[in-house]
T-cell receptor
């Protein structure tokens, strides 16, 4: 149980285009989903917390107009990187916390974004 | 001061060794504690939650010391497959998770 999927697993896009990443909890409902970014040899950095049916809460320094988050249902959250630039190239990982659970998080397999 | 601090390592140990990591947290009101394991270029996977009374899962033992505000992970009889980065995660009651930077473990033959 507690499986989280992410799609796509890998994407290469040109500078200036937008990329949408989907995060789904497959066998549980998640009131809260989290989006992280990880650069090589660095730890996870929380970008935003996404609550179903409400606006995401962004961490300091993360541009909400650049990283659009939509949490439309209890099993799906999306992150759209708008007008991507090469410095946005990173490993993006989502996680989901089961509704009513003991606060553990389950991570998706990540999306490796390369912006050329 | 960081919310969660870990020794980055690496810890280089031979197969069969016992190794322990500590992780300190700054918020005394923190409620939930976890150890995750992350392999290179992969997502973190939940290794175990850490309960107040301590808990054990096979070769892995986790303990919480609220007075000194640290959690520990003990790995007995290390296997080559234990080589990974171990992340300490602390949660306060407001659905906010704080990650340590991870401790790298290399188990060598």
């Amino acid at each position: 149980g507690a499986v989280v999927s992410q799609h796509p697993s890998r994407v290469i896009c040109k500078s200036g285009t937008s990329v949408k990443i989907e995060c789904r909890s497959l066998d549980f409902q998640a009131t809260t989903m989290f989006w992280y970014r990880q650069f090589p040899k660095q730890s996870l950095m929380l970008m935003a917390t996404s609550n179903e049916g409400s606006k995401a809460t962004y961490e300091q320094g993360v541009e909400k107009d650049k990283f659009l988050i939509n949490h439309a249902s209890l099993t799906l959250s999306t992150l759209t990187v708008t007008s991507a630039h090469p410095e946005d190239s990173s490993f993006y990982i989502c996680s989901a916390s089961p509704s009513g659970g003991a606060y553990e998080q389950y991570f998706g397999p990540g999306t490796r974004l390369t912006v050329t | 001061r960081k919310e969660v601090e870990q020794d980055p390592g690496p810890f280089n140990v031979p197969e069969g060794a016992t190794v322990a990591f500590n992780c300190t947290y700054s918020n005394s009101a923190s409620q939930s504690f976890f150890w995750y394991r992350q392999d290179c270029r992969k997502e973190p996977k939940l290794l175990m939650s850490v309960y107040s009374s301590g808990n054990e899962d096979g070769r892995f033992t986790a303990q919480l010391n609220r007075a000194s505000q640290y959690i520990s992970l003990l790995i007995r009889d290390s296997k080559l497959s234990d080589s990974a980065t171990y992340l300490c995660v602390v949660n306060n009651n407001f659905n906010k998770f704080y990650f340590g930077s991870g401790t790298k473990l290399n188990v060598k033959p």
